[in-house]
């Protein structure tokens, strides 16, 4: 993406941290997190023991109420703030929403920090996009013109990395010049819609001229290698996580006569299959929807009970059911060595709010390192 020389090290600071899968993402590639923030004492546990220097850098905080001041220059903040408002699951009330609206809170970071970062990625459920029919996308993207940045704007599904379905929507703020953009607004529209910009996004941004802009043609995603039996546990038979055979009838009872048939297919086979299982409400009744495609469903927290996600095993006449475990969990976030010393519902929490680590790595490999070269070359060029 870009022709001169790259930067092989850069510092960030980590809004919403979460159990830091963003932090993860952003040290495979060079970069080391000065700040971190979060108001979630359990996913704040969850961080430290990952991170043994949590303490030096860790603001256990509501955001509003951080010393904006005190936060150390880095070249890229990020910024994964609550999707509850936004996401489709949710009752959308949007930025304003008691939880998505501390995105507000990081564009007051932002503003008040002694300098701003020169790049700022956003995460979001790509419901972000259509909260309040794209008023809600549009705001924060003007909020983010104000303080200098032009914006860029994909969706990447982690199904291109790890074997889970899990489409997230992400912004590139950067504080170029302008002199420094390459590619004039004609050209950029050029490679508007592609498959990270998909025809309802490549739409926004035709509909939205007067919101800066600095679009970038981007690389095509990688093919996946592992499918979903690569990630599962081995576990004996014995195990205590597998459910009781009253336990199993019933979940299968829940499942459509389609489903049931394609349990029935599976598990006659003389060889193991897998699938995942969710429980939704279907007019009014609870079902479970089974997935046999080779990657799970979005991971969710486990909130109520329906975000938690089973998994399947079925041949040679037998059909086991469990939980998927946090471990299983972590490897489909990209992040299969995190430290897991916390109890099961805690840790299917933190990684059912997180971002997946291959998926940020990738951002900025492709992305952010080459904007920070053309800041470096800038310079230089100023000099």
Known sequence: MSPHKLPSRFTAAEFFAGIGLVRMGLEREGGEVLFANDIDPQKYEMYAKQFPDADEHFILSDI????????????????????????L?????????????????????????????KVVLLENVTGFLTSNAGHDFEQALLALNNLGYSVDSFIVDAANFVPQSRQRLFVIGTLLDPKCVRESTSKQYGFLECSLRPKHLARFILEHPLIHW???????????????????????DSDPSWWSEDRTTYLVSQMSDKHRSLIDAM???????????????RNGKSMAELRTDGIAGCLRTPKGGSGRQILVKCGFGKLQVRLLSARECA?????????????????????????????????????????????????????
């Open 267 to 281: 598990t006659s086979e003389f060889c193991w299959s897998y699938g995942t299982v969710f429980r939704r409400v």
């Open 331 to 383: 490897r489909l976030m990209g992040a299969g060595d995190y430290t897991i010393d916390v109890p099961l519902n805690k840790a299917l929490f933190g990684f059912g709010d997180a971002v997946c680590v291959d998926v940020i790595s990738w951002i900025t490999k492709h992305y952010i390192i080459p904007l920070l070269g053309e800041y470096a070359l800038s310079r230089r060029l100023q000099a």
């Open 89 to 117: 699951a949710g009752a959308r009330k949007g930025l304003n929403g008691k939880q998505s609206s501390a995105y507000w809170g990081f564009i007051e970071a932002l503003s008040g920090m002694e300098q701003k970062p």
């Open 64 to 87: 509003h109420k951080l010393n904006f001041k005190s936060i150390p220059h880095v070249e890229v903040a990020t910024a994964s703030f609550p999707c509850t408002d936004l996401s």
């Open 214 to 236: 600095n679009l970038r043609e981007l690389p095509k995603l990688p093919i996946r290698t592992l499918a979903l039996p690569d990630v599962l546990e081995d576990l004996e």
